[in-house]
């Protein structure tokens, strides 16, 4: 089998701004008990904080990997360096070289709705209608004088979130590529969306594809063929759903027995997972 994507040991800060190291030793200063006169500052204890330790996965080709955690834990930063844009300063990573990224935060250029999605790669209709259909877009099309013709941005009609949220995934899925990363791409989304969503475009639409998913839902965790579950930085767990259920019994019973944790925000969501996961780690 060939391998879709793989780190060892990977380890990853990011550099911190002037401004913001200068605010970190004066804080550091002051609970050191040095009152940071004229004499100058003190530089002691400075380090970076790593923003992801000693991640290990493996995942073959076609295989899809959830990746769900606490917030703040790195989930987008381990998407920025599978892209290359976070350098680890640790580790090994592989995988083929084309990846196609579609960021948390959907964003839209002046233009059609189809200019957006096809991003200067040449319209392939049945490419083009399939990922379309699959992102749920054919209804809204519909609605639109021009349908997918109609302008965008200024000037234009304006989206909802869970519009532009589709059109950017969509964008995402039309680029050829070998390696998908979807940076939480249901949020905005109701439950319906998401759910058809989910399963016409990331399971079966892409079910030849490595995919990475940004997401803390079971529904999402359980059809994955890895999860990684992050926590400050550090992997809680890397492995299949039953696997977390046998590892990780307390954690799993807590969050399978949170009813209608699939149906609520995906940001609550966020906030009873990172509950969880702070219990959980305190107790261990
Ligand atoms: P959320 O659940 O809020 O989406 P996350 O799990 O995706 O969070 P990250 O966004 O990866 O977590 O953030 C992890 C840490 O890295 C945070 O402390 C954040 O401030 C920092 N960070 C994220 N992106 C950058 C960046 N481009 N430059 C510097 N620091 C960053």
Redesign the pocket.
Known sequence: TTVGLEMINVSAS????IVELFEKIKRENKANGHLTGDDGLFFTNLYV?P??KSINLRLEEGMMLA?A????????????MILG??VPSEGKIKHSGRVSYSP?TSWIMPGTIRDNILFGLTYDEYRYTSIIRACQLEEDFDLLPDKDKTPIAEGGVTLSGGQRARICLARAVYKDADLYLL??PFTHLDIATEKEIFDKCVCKLMASKTRVV?TCKLEHLKRADRIIL?HN?DCYFYGTFSELQAQRPDFSSLLLGIEAYDNITAERR?SIL?ETLRRVSVDE
Request: hydrophobic letters at 35%; zero cysteines; glycine letters at 20%.
């Open positions: 990011w550099d911190e701004g904080t923003v992801l990746v955690g606490s917030t703040g834990s790195g989930k987008s930063s381990l998407l920025m844009e976070l948390q940076d939480a940004v992050l930085g966020g990172t």
